[in-house]
């Protein structure tokens, strides 16, 4: 199990124990966190699981492949933090994560 | 209608769109009893892994459901599963299982989803033939997907497709028998059905177009294809995805309006002001296109779920996407945007040789799809100028020294 702390748009947050080996994505969506769609269900085909990563953790994010990396080029409101939350995977070495969604998804 | 203070809905079904009205339903604040009632013993899941990374064995079966257990148990959702509804009784507003249950209902959403088409020929019901539609036909098949197995798929679809790169990638003998003279002909242009069949044809599937299979044969179990020419083509596991027939007919032997498919309009509502339809089920308004039509996606069953929760709720409408698909195929990615089928132009971006490329569909010089293989900005920026009605020249669009953002600022 490792924490993670979804920041909504607001500024709410959420702390939900993420089991390793699953998505970012995935532990939002069977915790009902706000803010992420994820319609494609991780297939990395539809960009609606857009987070900001903080700042902290973008060493161990991580980069984005290609396909992710083009796909988060044509998001809306992207930052140099953006990235796809069901193309990082949860790992002890990301205990303490805290990721804030956008405003929307689409 | 205003349903928002309905106290007792039901949904009927258990995949995506049932899953979505759900959780759209609770987010938009309905705080009635919500039954779901769904033909499988499984939680409402994602079948498009079935044919993809979960039939590989690549993604454990709790990865597929949408939620878990408990989340329909704090939303207070009750699930009535491995149930069949037999029939509904609009005027006492009833749902009646077939196992002699009734539920009541304020408002009903129906989302029965779609069935395989049933292969019309002798052999049909022999041993190891299987569809490939719910998680229970997975279970059945992987255990047979071993190393030099011989598997012929019938129908080049997508499903079939992807399932011929899933047993290659597992060491199959795969032949993929095709009545139209190239794969993918119901779905889109030729130049991408060359692509995916010279694809294809390098990973060492024996693709079979114009083929006419007569019978299946064996003694019990599946052991060959026989097509009308006289062809026999040895077979241990017969796969056939020959498209969906929607299941309508719950519906429609309650008198609510069918016509290839449970009609629907914008909000996901049928001719009765308390039952909604959504997914693969439903016939609806295609708002882009300005004609109806029945989409079997995920977009669709998201959206439709969404729309039906909404209206239920007297929100606002929620936006109606351009519709999407995809497909995962060895290494590619296709990403497919709007709907390509009365197209009278297309426009090349790429080249097919590095696998890598985009084809655009233009009809009276406007762009209604795109089917893009790796290559994500096409997608994203076709389906954004075909949400907008967008024009865009042909030679504008092929021509890769023009960026997708520089084409997307200039579309008008």
């Given at each position: 199990m490792t924490k993670v702390t979804y920041v909504a748009h607001d500024?709410?947050?959420?702390?939900?124990?993420?089991?390793?080996?699953?998505?970012?994505?995935?532990?939002?969506?069977?915790?009902?966190v706000p803010g992420i769609d994820a319609d494609c269900g991780g297939a990395c085909a539809c960009a609606t699981c857009h987070v900001y990563v903080a700042d902290a953790f973008m060493d161990k994010v991580g980069t984005p492949e290609d396909m992710e990396q083009s796909m988060l080029d044509f998001a809306e409101n992207v930052q140099a933090n953006s990235r796809l939350s069901c193309q990082i995977t949860v790992s002890d070495e990301l205990e303490g994560l805290v990721v804030t969604t956008p405003e929307s998804q689409h | 209608m205003d349903l928002s203070t309905a106290?007792?809905?039901?949904?009927?079904?258990?995949?995506?769109?049932?899953?979505?009205?759900?959780?759209?339903?609770r987010l938009f604040g309905f705080e009635g009893e919500i039954t779901l009632i769904g033909e499988e013993p499984a939680l409402p899941y994602q079948r498009p892994p079935l044919s993809k990374a979960y039939m590989k064995g690549e993604m454990t079966e709790e990865r597929l459901y949408f939620k878990p257990q408990d989340w329909y148990n704090t939303q207070k959702i009750q699930t009535v599963l491995s149930t069949r509804v037999g029939k509904i009784d609009r005027s006492a507003q009833v749902v009646e299982t077939e196992d002699g249950?009734?539920?009541?209902?304020?408002?009903?959403?129906?989302?029965?989803?779609?069935?395989?088409?049933?292969?019309?020929?002798?052999?049909?019901?022999?041993g190891n033939v299987f569809d490939l539609r719910d998680l229970s036909d997975v279970e059945h098949i992987r255990p047979l997907m071993v190393t030099g197995k011989r598997l012929v798929i019938v129908g080049a679809g997508y499903i079939g497709l992807e399932a011929a790169a899933v047993a290659r990638q597992l060491g199959l003998e795969v032949t993929v028998l095709e009545m139209a003279d190239r794969v993918l002909a119901r779905v889109t242009s030729p130049v991408m059905s060359a692509f995916f069949e010279h694809e294809h044809v390098a990973q060492g599937v024996h693709i079979r177009t114009g083929a006419q299979l007569a019978s299946l044969q064996g003694d019990g179990q599946v052991q060959a294809a026989i097509l009308s020419d006289g062809t026999e083509i040895a077979a241990d596991i017969v796969l056939v995805g020959i498209g969906i027939l929607p299941n309508v007919e719950l519906a429609s032997e309650a008198g609510i309006a069918c016509s290839?498919?449970?009609?629907?309009?914008?909000?996901?509502?049928?001719?009765?002001?308390?039952?909604?339809?959504?997914?693969?089920?439903?016939?609806?308004?295609?708002?882009?296109?300005?004609?109806?039509?029945?989409?079997?996606?995920?977009?669709?069953?998201?959206?439709?779920?969404?729309?039906?929760?909404?209206?239920?709720?007297?929100?606002?409408?929620?936006?109606?996407?351009?519709?999407?698909?995809?497909?995962?195929?060895?290494?590619?990615?296709?990403?497919?945007?709007?709907?390509?089928?009365?197209?009278?132009?297309?426009?090349?971006?790429?080249?097919?040789?590095?696998?890598?490329?985009?084809?655009?569909?233009?009809?009276?010089?406007?762009?209604?799809?795109?089917?893009?293989i790796n290559s994500a900005p096409?997608?994203?920026?076709?389906?954004?100028?075909?949400?907008?009605?967008?024009?865009?020249?042909p030679e504008t669009l092929s021509d890769t020294s023009i960026s997708m953002k520089e084409i997307a600022a200039t579309a008008a």
């Open positions: 500024g709410t947050e959420k702390v939900i124990d993420a089991n390793n080996g699953e998505s970012v994505m995935e532990a939002a969506i069977k915790n009902s | 106290e007792k809905l039901v949904i009927i079904g258990g995949g995506q769109a049932a899953a979505q009205a759900c959780a759209s339903l249950r009734s539920f009541d209902y304020d408002a009903l959403i129906i989302s029965t989803g779609s069935r395989p088409r049933a292969l019309p020929l002798p052999g049909a019901d022999l290839n498919g449970i009609l629907v309009d914008r909000d996901a509502r049928t001719n009765d002001a308390r039952v909604f339809a959504a997914g693969d089920c439903a016939r609806r308004p295609l708002v882009h296109y300005g004609r109806q039509g029945r989409l079997e996606s995920v977009h669709n069953a998201i959206e439709q779920g969404k729309l039906a929760a909404a209206a239920i709720m007297g929100k606002p409408r929620p936006n109606e996407d351009c519709p999407w698909f995809w497909s995962d195929q060895y290494d590619l990615k296709l990403q497919i945007a709007g709907l390509s089928e009365d197209y009278d132009e297309i426009a090349v971006r790429g080249d097919p040789e590095e696998r890598k490329f985009a084809a655009f569909y233009l009809r009276g010089g406007k762009l209604i799809a795109v089917d893009a096409e997608f994203i920026v076709a389906k954004k100028l075909i949400i907008t009605g967008a024009s865009v020249a």
